[in-house]
């Protein structure tokens, strides 16, 4: 699904985020994922380690992770209300596909960790304008589930740590916009 979008600037001067729960069909195919995700790995990183890597959850595989979540939140919180515990089985549900980005560092590398994982934060926005650009709209999303050790064993191991929940589809009406920074006090001549 390629739309005006494919303007860089303009591209890059609409994209927002859509609320994953108000995300719904179409959401991208499998090969329009897989370039979305070939164009978040574009990815600048100091030496050329890739320290982020990306795991897709299809739809046949949702149920797991909610019970997955629903488990760890259990586990983590016994005091969890039905509430919380609905809540945390339906952040499984949201939109049509979802991509976990692992922040994948290499301790051993002299590389600063601090840098590794600004490239992960890097490559996760790289994602986003990728999905835009092919006319979609994510959304991401960290919460409990991203600092569950529970969550993060299920998708990789220590030290790697979830940047995030990317939901991508379409949303069911028009982004609102959100105020943006007031650019005179985040821009300064040094
Ligand atoms: C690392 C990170 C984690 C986030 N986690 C959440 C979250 O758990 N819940 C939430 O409502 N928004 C979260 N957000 C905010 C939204 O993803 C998004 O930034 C915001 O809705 C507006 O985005 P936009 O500037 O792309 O329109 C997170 C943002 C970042 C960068």
Do not use: C
């Not at 609409?14 to 069909?25: E, Q, V, Y």
């Not at 996760?124 to 709209?137: D, E, K």
């Amino acid at each position: 699904m390629f739309n005006d979008q494919s303007s860089p600037l303009t591209a890059l001067s609409t994209r927002r985020s859509g609320k994953p729960r108000d995300l719904g069909g179409p959401g991208p195919s499998e090969a329009e994922l897989a370039a979305i995700l070939a164009l978040a790995a574009r990815t600048p990183d100091h030496g050329k380690l890739a320290p982020w890597r990306f795991v897709t959850v299809a739809a046949d595989r949702r149920e797991a992770l909610a019970t997955l979540l629903a488990d760890a939140l259990s586990a983590e919180k016994p005091e969890a209300s039905a509430l919380d515990l609905a809540a945390a089985r339906q952040f499984a549900h949201q939109a049509p596909a979802l991509v976990v980005v692992l922040s994948s560092p290499r301790p051993d590398s002299h590389i600063p960790l601090f840098e590794q994982e600004l490239s992960a934060g890097a490559a996760t926005m790289n994602l986003l304008h990728a999905a835009h650009a092919h006319g979609y709209a994510g959304g991401w999303l960290t919460g409990w589930p991203a600092y569950s050790e529970r969550v993060r064993d299920a998708f990789g191991q220590a030290p790697e740590r979830i940047a995030g929940f990317v939901f991508l589809g379409t949303p069911s009406r028009p982004l609102d916009e959100r105020p943006r920074p007031d650019m005179g006090t985040l821009v300064s001549a040094w």
